[in-house]
C-alpha cells in the first residue's frame, strides 16, 4: 500500500485528555510527508511507530499555534537523535524567524541556586548553531494555487483557504505510474533492460526479426495514481472546488453543527454540513471531517450531519490510517 494517510490529531485549538491538535502524516512511495505539527505531534509519531528522521517535508497550513505548536519539539528531538539531512519546512511567512529563534543555543545554564553561570562544559551536546541540522524553510503565498513540490513521483500544490490569517490547504497528487511488465514476458521474448524502461511507459516490444508484441500482450495495467487534500482552518469556500475537483481523499474542517453557523462565520470556521457540501460538489471519493470543537463529546452528531449532504463521510479517528483502497 503506497498512498496512506494517518491522523495524528484531530481536535482545534486546544489539546484534551484523549485528543490532540491537527497533524497528519502522508505516506506516498515510501516517503512521509507531515502536514501541521500541533502540540505533542512526535508523541503521536512515536505510538504510531513513525521513525521521524524518515520525515523530510513539513507543511505547516498556518500560524495559529494549534497547527505548529509541537514543531520546535519534533525538531529538537531529530537534532538529539544525530540527524544531518536537510529538513524542509513549508509555511506562510513567519514562521522562519519563529524556530530560529527557539532554536538558537544558550552558552548558559543555571546552577542549582537558579544562578546563571556560563557554560564551558566540553560536553558533546554542547552544539555550536552550524552543528545542527540544515532546515529550508519556503514561504508560501496563500491567495492562489501554486505548485510548491514537485518530482517524478508527486506534485504538492496549495490551496488558497479563507481564515482570520494567512492560511492554505495542500494538495497531494502521485504522478502517472508506469504500466507492470509481466516476468514470465521479459524471460520469454529476452527483453534488454533498455527495452523494459519503454515498455513500461507504454511502447510496443520489437523483436529483432521485425515482429511486434503489443504492450497490452506482455503488461498489466498501471495501478491508478492517488490524491489527498488537506483544507485545514476554513470558512466555506467554494472557490477550491475546482482545485479539489474529484480527489481520492479529502480531509476538510468541521468545527461546529450547522446549528453554530453564526459561530463558524465569526471564527472563520466550517460546520460539518459545510464541509460535506465541498465534498459532494467537489465530487470527491471520501471525506474524512475533524478539527472539532472540544465541546462535542461525541463526534457522532457532527458526523450524522456531514452523512445528511455527503454519504462517504468518516470522522478522524486519531492513530487511524485511511487510504484510497479502504474507502
Known amino acids: 500500500m503506497s498512498f496512506t494517510l494517518t491522523v495524528l490529531g484531530s481536535s482545534s485549538a486546544l489539546p484534551t485528555a484523549t485528543t490532540n491538535p491537527t497533524a497528519h502524516l502522508l505516506k506516498a512511495d515510501e516517503r512521509f510527508f ?21 520525515i523530510h517535508h513539513v507543511f505547516i497550513s498556518h500560524l495559529h499555534g494549534d497547527h505548529y505548536f509541537g514543531l520546535i519539539g519534533l525538531i529538537t528531538t531529530m537534532q538529539l537523535l544525530g540527524r544531518v539531512k536537510t529538513l524542509h519546512i513549508y509555511s506562510p511567512p513567519g514562521l ?10 544558550y552558552n548558559h545554564y543555571e546552577n542549582g541556586d537558579g544562578n546563571e553561570i556560563e557554560n564551558t562544559s566540553s560536553d558533546k551536546t554542547s552544539k555550536k548553531e552550524d552543528d545542527y ?40 497528487r502521485e504522478k502517472p505510474k508506469l504500466r507492470k511488465i509481466l516476468p514470465e514476458m521479459i524471460l520469454k521474448h529476452k527483453i534488454s533492460i533498455e527495452q523494459i524502461q519503454k515498455i513500461k511507459l507504454g511502447e510496443n516490444l520489437q523483436k529483432e526479426d521485425g515482429t511486434i508484441i503489443t504492450n497490452e500482450e506482455i503488461t498489466l495495467p498501471a495501478l491508478d ?6 483544507c485545514s482552518d476554513t470558512r466555506f469556500n467554494e472557490s477550491i472546488i475546482p482545485i479539489i475537483k474529484g480527489v481520492d481523499l479529502l480531509y476538510h ?11 463558524a462565520k465569526k471564527t472563520a470556521h466550517s460546520t460539518a454540513l459545510q464541509a460535506a457540501t465541498i465534498a459532494m460538489k467537489a465530487e470527491v471519493k471520501q471525506l474524512i471531517i475533524g478539527h472539532f470543537s472540544a465541546r462535542y ?9 456531514a452523512k445528511t449532504v455527503f454519504e462517504n463521510t468518516v470522522v478522524a479517528e486519531e492513530g487511524k490510517t485511511y487510504s484510497p483502497t479502504n474507502q
Do not use: W
Open 96 to 105: 522562519k524567524a519563529i524556530i530560529e529563534l527557539q532554536r538558537r543555543p
Open 34 to 54: 507531515l502536514i501541521d505539527c500541533g502540540e505533542g505531534t512526535q508523541m503521536q509519531l512515536r505510538r504510531n511507530h513513525v521513525k521521524i528522521q524518515r
Open 225 to 230: 495514481s492517488e490524491s489527498y487534500a488537506f
Open 297 to 305: 463529546k461525541n463526534k457522532d452528531v457532527l458526523l450524522n450531519e
Open 253 to 263: 474542517e468541521a468545527t461546529f453543527l450547522h446549528e453554530l453557523e453564526h459561530l
Open 133 to 172: 541540522f540544515p532546515i529550508i524553510f519556503h514561504e508560501l503565498e496563500t491567495r492562489k494555487n501554486t505548485v510548491i513540490f514537485d518530482d517524478n513521483k508527486i506534485s504538492v500544490e496549495t490551496i488558497p483557504l479563507k481564515h482570520r490569517i494567512p492560511c492554505c490547504g495542500f494538495l497531494f
